[in-house]
């Protein structure tokens, strides 16, 4: 089982040259942005500056599809609910189902919203190693247990998925084959993630024992990792006025909508 | 059981921060005060992978199959460790699978979190007596996934269904609340009993990893 949000780290665009902090302050203001607006005529906009940001990356339009195909289903049950429950103003009857003017603005702007922050997303992941990202987010201020956890975490997730899969592929060769429920095979994929809680939890004693070898739990001299240049803050204040940019017309675009309704 | 990002108004998504966040700080807080935090470090990020990897575990139910949501399992071992780990699982799924998402990762974690804190003051009650210890846990241990599992679901369906924007009535609203809730009892049996049989067998295989609680 390999990870690969990463996979295109190595490209050349200005947003993997942008400094990772300001890279993540800048792209998580749009992504807050986005969830902020409620008017339909925004999402053209939020459409198109999505758009041009990740032309921007060079990240493949492949690697966009596949990232959203699993999380597509669950936008799919509202898609093809939220139109015959949400709102009052019938515009056309499918048999017993009345189709609602409301619930299909809902979904528009429920639909727009997701693709666009899951599309940002993937630049503010997918544009740097995945560890220089977490080190960006220690040196905006997380908390040093929450860093540590993370990475270490991140580090023995493959390994640990790769031993499930072993013990998965075992327990068939050796012929479970459970496709009906039954009590007895609940007990034995419980005894599969006790096993692999025990085994992580053994070796977990192991690494303790390296990392304190290696100094762990002392002092360490800060190391300058990230270096901001005059660029990246210009790129920084020009991505935060987007943001606003986005708040502030949502703001005005409902007064106006508001006003004419009146 | 994550909302995804889109979902939710602004306005939710940064309460779900403010909130998420002094729950973090005191469970930061409460690791803080131990003799070595440091030392249980390693142990909580394994077993955080572990518990993320776990929960790819597929429970035939035919004619599909579920997977299991484990945050009672997770407050059953690792104690204050559950919240800050499961703020790292969510991340992870947000930033790997594109599953939950970044705006609503403060709301998911209270979703899954807090439930899984409570899982971990309820499996502490099997300590009340120092009789039958493997009944205890295993009734404790059912306990803590079946009530986290049922929690989790009340507040994603009433977070979900009263801030998505649908103009949806109330009757609706109530009525898909409780489609929720049904829909997930069987899931809350499953992940009662598996839960169960887990803490059995690390109460007989590795009892230490059970010391947190």
Not at chain 1, 59 to 73: A, G
Not at chain 1, 163 to 176: A, C, P, Q, W, Y
Request: aromatic letters at 12%; glycine letters at 8%.
């Amino acid at each position: 089982m390999r990870i690969g949000i990463d996979e295109y780290a190595y490209l050349g665009s200005p947003l993997h040259h942008w400094d990772p902090r300001y890279k993540f302050i800048g792209l998580m203001a749009v992504i807050f942005a986005f969830s902020f607006v409620r008017d339909l005529r925004m999402l053209a906009v939020m459409v198109t500056v999505t758009a041009v940001i990740y032309i921007i990356s060079k990240l493949p339009f492949s690697f966009w599809l596949t990232r959203l195909r699993y999380p597509s289903f669950f936008l799919m049950v509202v898609v093809l609910l939220l139109p015959f429950v949400s709102g009052h103003t019938i515009i056309m009857s499918i048999g017993p189902l009345d189709l609602r003017q409301e619930g299909l603005i809902a979904v528009l702007l429920i639909a727009i919203r997701f693709v666009s922050i899951l599309t940002i997303g993937l630049v503010l992941f997918g544009t740097a190693p995945f560890l220089t990202t977490i080190k960006a987010m220690r040196a905006l201020g997380l908390p040093a247990i929450l860093t540590d956890m993370t990475l270490l975490a991140f580090r023995y997730l493959n390994e640990i998925g790769d031993d499930l899969h072993k013990m998965e592929t075992s327990m068939k060769l050796r012929g479970f084959h459970e496709r009906r429920f039954s009590r007895h095979g609940l007990g034995i994929l419980a005894w599969l993630g006790g096993s692999i809680l025990v085994r992580s939890y053994e070796q977990s004693e192991w690494v303790y024992k390296a990392m304190i070898v290696r100094g762990y739990g002392h002092a360490v001299h800060p190391r300058e990792e990230f270096k901001a240049s005059s660029r990246d803050l210009i790129a920084l204040i020009a991505i935060l006025l987007v943001a606003v940019g986005f708040i502030a017309g949502d703001i005005l675009c409902r007064r106006e909508a508001m006003a004419l309704l009146q | 059981m994550h909302i995804p990002d889109g979902f939710l108004p602004a306005t939710v998504c940064a309460a779900g921060y403010v909130v998420a966040a002094p729950v973090t700080w005191y469970s930061l807080r409460r690791i803080n005060q131990k003799e070595n935090p440091r030392a249980d470090i390693p142990k909580a990020s394994l077993l955080t992978a572990a518990f993320f990897v776990v929960s790819w575990i597929h429970i035939p139910v035919p004619p599909t199959s579920v997977h299991l949501v484990l945050n009672g399992l997770l407050g059953a071992v690792l104690g204050y460790f559950a919240f800050p780990a499961i703020l790292i699982g969510l991340f992870f799924q947000a930033v790997m699978f594109q599953h939950g998402g970044l705006t609503t990762l403060g709301v998911n974690a209270l979703i899954m979190g807090l439930p899984a804190l409570l899982s971990y003051y309820i499996f502490r009650l099997r300590n009340i007596t120092d009789k039958r210890q493997r009944i205890m846990t295993g009734v404790f241990g059912f306990l803590a996934g079946f009530v986290s599992v049922g929690v989790s679901v009340g507040m994603f369906a009433v977070i979900l269904l009263t801030s998505i924007p649908a103009d949806l009535d109330v009757v609706t609203e109530r009525a898909a609340i409780y489609t929720l809730a049904l829909a997930h009892l069987p899931l809350m049996v499953i992940e009662g009993v598996f839960t169960a049989l887990v803490t059995v067998f690390l109460w007989r295989v590795r009892p230490q990893l059970l010391d947190n609680t």
